[in-house]
C-alpha cells in the first residue's frame, strides 16, 4: 500500500504518488513503512511561464513478503479496489492548481482558483509484466463547475543494476467546464485588463507530453529518485489568451526525492 499527502509550501500544491491495496497491511507485525518527501519546481498555474517551488511528503506500507510496487510521482493518489498485480482499479484522488494574482499580476481581472481535489476513479493494466504499464484516471472536481479532466498515460520500464528508469507519453483530456475554469477569459475581464482578449475554452484535449524519472535503491532502506515531466498545452487551452499573452503553452516539472524504508517492528 501507497499512501501519499500533499502540502503546498512556497507557491503551487501538486498531488503526491500513492497507492494503497491491502488494509490489513497496517496491523502486520513485519509491515515495511516506507517515508519520505520531493522536492521541486513546475508552473504557478495552467499556462504559466514562471515556476513555483513546492515539496510533499511521501508514505507508504506493505507486507514483509509482498513486493515493492512502481510507481510514478505523477500518479495520483489512489485506492484499490478490485484486482491486484498486472490489473488494478479503483479510487484515485488528485491536487488541481489554483491561481491568483500573487501568481503573475497580469492575471488581474480573471477570477483567482483555489487549489482544489478532483475525486474519481484509476484503472492500470500491465500488459508485459514489470515493463509496460498503462494507467488512466478520470476525476470530477469537488465543487460542480470544476469539470472533469482524464490523465492517460503509458511507461516503459527498465532495471540496470540499483538503477530504475522510466519514460512515457502523457496526455490530459477535459470537458467544457473543467476547460473553461484554468482558461476561458470572461469579457469582463478583458475590459479590465487589455492585456487579455475575450475567450470561451472549449472541451477537448488539454495537454499532450512526456514524463521520466530514474530512481536508485542504495540499500533495502534508501532510494534516491529524479523526476522530469513535459506537457505542451495543446488545441483549446493553446488559444487561451492568458497562455499566448501571458504565460507559455510549455510547461516543465522537475523533482528529486529520498525515500527511507523499515520494520514496523525490529
Not at 478490485?82 to 491536487?95: C, I
Not at 490523465?151 to 473543467?178: E, I, N, Q
Request: hydrophobic share 45%.
Amino acid at each position: 500500500m501507497r499512501l501519499g499527502g500533499c502540502v503546498a509550501t512556497v507557491l503551487v500544491a501538486i498531488a503526491t504518488p500513492a497507492r494503497a491495496d491491502d488494509l490489513s497491511a497496517l496491523f502486520d507485525r513485519d509491515t515495511i513503512i516506507s517515508a519520505g518527501g520531493f522536492v521541486g519546481a513546475g508552473p504557478r498555474f495552467q499556462g504559466s511561464k514562471q515556476a513555483g517551488l513546492w515539496g510533499l511528503p511521501y508514505l507508504s506500507f506493505r507486507q514483509a513478503d509482498e513486493p515493492s510496487e512502481w510507481w510514478s510521482p505523477d500518479d495520483g493518489l489512489d485506492v484499490t479496489l478490485v484486482g491486484q498485480g498486472r490489473l488494478q482499479a479503483g479510487a484515485v484522488l488528485d491536487f488541481r492548481e489554483g491561481r491568483s494574482l500573487n501568481d503573475d499580476r497580469r492575471l488581474a481581472g480573471l477570477p483567482g482558483l483555489p487549489v482544489t481535489v478532483g475525486l474519481g476513479l484509476f484503472g492500470e493494466v500491465w500488459p508485459v509484466a514489470d515493463t509496460v504499464r498503462l494507467r488512466a484516471e478520470v476525476t470530477q472536481g469537488i465543487r460542480a463547475h470544476d469539470g472533469i479532466v482524464a490523465k492517460l498515460g503509458a511507461d516503459l520500464v527498465g532495471h540496470v543494476g540499483r538503477f530504475t528508469l522510466s519514460a512515457g507519453p502523457r496526455f490530459v483530456v477535459g470537458d467544457a467546464a473543467a476547460m473553461r475554469l484554468d482558461f476561458a477569459v470572461p469579457v469582463g475581464a478583458a475590459l479590465v485588463n487589455p492585456i487579455l482578449a475575450p475567450y470561451r475554452a472549449s472541451a477537448g484535449p488539454r495537454s499532450a507530453g512526456a514524463a521520466t524519472t530514474l530512481s536508485y535503491t542504495w540499500s533495502d532502506a534508501w532510494q534516491t529518485l529524479g523526476y522530469v515531466r513535459y506537457d505542451r498545452l495543446i488545441a483549446s487551452a493553446a488559444g487561451s489568451s492568458i497562455v499566448r499573452r501571458v504565460g507559455t503553452p510549455n510547461e516543465l516539472t522537475v523533482a528529486v526525492g529520498a525515500i527511507y524504508s523499515f520494520h514496523l517492528t525490529p
